[in-house]
């Protein structure tokens, strides 16, 4: 069978008309079968967060609804596919989902709507495919990502995901693009659930990995993968070409252009990804490879901002041993936090955690026979192939909480305002 490639389009890719056009101009260059996974359009999974909040407050959500529907519209109108059935069914389904009454738990609720940002996009998009002679069949990424029950961040079950993937082959029979929504999986019971925010990317990966793709390519609006966000550090350099490993580094430590979770599945297989710019299809981009042919050591630059640095120590000044531990991380687990970075003393054991009062709250509660201290409104930097002179001029005038270092990488966690972007003076 010819060879697949998988192609994904973030929401700002389809943020308008015009956008969605763009994306029907670039698949055109790519004749042969492929897998195209499309996120919401614009801010629409942050409308059906806010919907989803005031569910649960017993607010009234109409006008958020009613945005929705009119953004969609408006999109559709323009594209002249404004009473094609399909998205118009989508959004028909949720209203009435949103309307009905609460069945679940939050995060469980959370998932079950989520999700159609996506279902709404891909109809749109499809349509437009169909209406400029692409041969395309939208079909619901939830019927073949099979996942386990942690609603907002489920783990893709491998094994049964294969099982169901193999079945897309067939449809390539009769449509030479296949679209599918980014983020959205369900359980084996059949419940929505979701990867994590920003878990599109992962989407792309998992789909190439059980089809056995020959490319995946995520088409984003930078040039490619920069060593720093042009939003926090200027001027930034493209790495135009990396190893998996670094790219694996860098996304762990929180490079915003790669979700943390894409890199592993491509690599296990030898998959190139490459990363490219919608707005100049044509430039070169990122190629991220098994071993790159000249990867310089080039310095890479990853802020992550609002986050809270944890300090917990035993109340009878005992040692931070193995079993205390097990305790603390079963209830990061439980509550859902993630760990940005950690270090264990022998009194203490410190965290840095993602700002979420809630969250901080019920952590402290349930840590209760432990001191729990914490500073708020900090910030990590990870410094990948330091340069001494830029490392000591961005941290001018900082307060540094704690440090980590070691033979490629060096981070902190300061305390303080950022005036961004920060120049790099090299």
């Not at 000249?294 to 035993?314: D, G, P, R, W």
Request: hydrophobic share 40%; proline share 3%.
């Amino acid at each position: 069978m010819a060879q697949i490639t998988v192609h994904k389009f973030g929401g700002a890719s389809v943020r308008n008309a015009e956008a969605v056009r763009n994306v029907c101009s670039i698949l055109n260059q790519f004749p042969e079968n492929k897998i195209v996974i499309v996120s919401a359009m614009g801010k629409t999974t942050n409308a059906l967060e806010t919907i989803h909040k005031k569910r649960f407050e017993g607010k009234d959500f109409e006008k958020e609804l009613q945005d929705i529907f009119e953004f969609h519209f408006n999109i559709a109108k323009e594209l002249e596919v404004e009473t094609d059935t399909d998205w118009l069914l989508v959004f028909d389904t949720l209203s009435q989902i949103c309307k009905k009454e609460i069945e679940g738990g939050f995060d469980e609720e959370y998932d079950r709507i989520i999700g159609y940002g996506e279902y709404l996009s891909t109809a749109i998009v499809n349509a437009c495919f169909k209406k400029n002679s692409l041969s395309s069949k939208r079909l619901n990424s939830a019927d073949y990502i099979v996942t386990d029950s942690r609603f907002r961040d489920a783990r893709v079950l491998w094994d049964k995901s294969e099982e169901k993937v193999a079945a897309l082959r067939q449809e390539f029979d009769n449509h030479a693009t296949l679209v599918l929504q980014g983020f959205i999986g369900s359980s084996e019971e059949g419940n929505l659930t979701s990867l994590g925010r920003e878990g599109s990317d992962f989407s792309a990966a998992i789909f190439a990995y059980l089809l056995n793709a020959e490319s995946v390519t995520i088409w984003k609006d930078v040039p490619g993968l920069l060593n720093a966000d042009p939003k926090c550090f200027q001027p930034t350099q493209l790495l135009k070409e990396i190893s998996f490993r670094e790219a694996v580094e860098l996304a762990y430590f929180g490079a915003s252009v790669i979700h943390p979770r894409t890199i592993k599945p491509l690599q296990n297989k030898n998959i190139p990804l490459f990363i490219k710019s919608f707005l100049n299809p044509t430039a070169e981009g990122t190629r991220i490879v098994e071993k790159a042919n000249s990867e310089l050591e080039v310095a890479s630059y990853i802020l992550k901002q609002n986050q809270t640095l944890v300090s917990i120590s035993t109340k009878d000044f005992s040692f931070v041993v193995e079993d205390n531990l097990t305790f603390i991380f079963n209830t990061f687990a439980n509550l859902g936090i993630h760990v940005h970075m950690m270090e264990n003393s022998a009194l203490n054991f410190s965290v840095c955690i993602p700002s979420d009062s809630d969250k901080l709250i019920a952590l402290v509660e349930q840590l209760s026979d432990f001191h729990v201290r914490y500073n708020d409104k900090v910030s990590i930097l990870t410094i990948r192939h330091p340069k001494p002179m830029v490392m000591q001029q961005l941290l001018q005038y900082k307060e540094v909480l704690l440090e980590q270092r070691n033979r490629t990488t060096v981070r902190f966690v300061i305390r303080g305002n950022w005036n961004l972007p920060e120049p790099i003076k090299e």
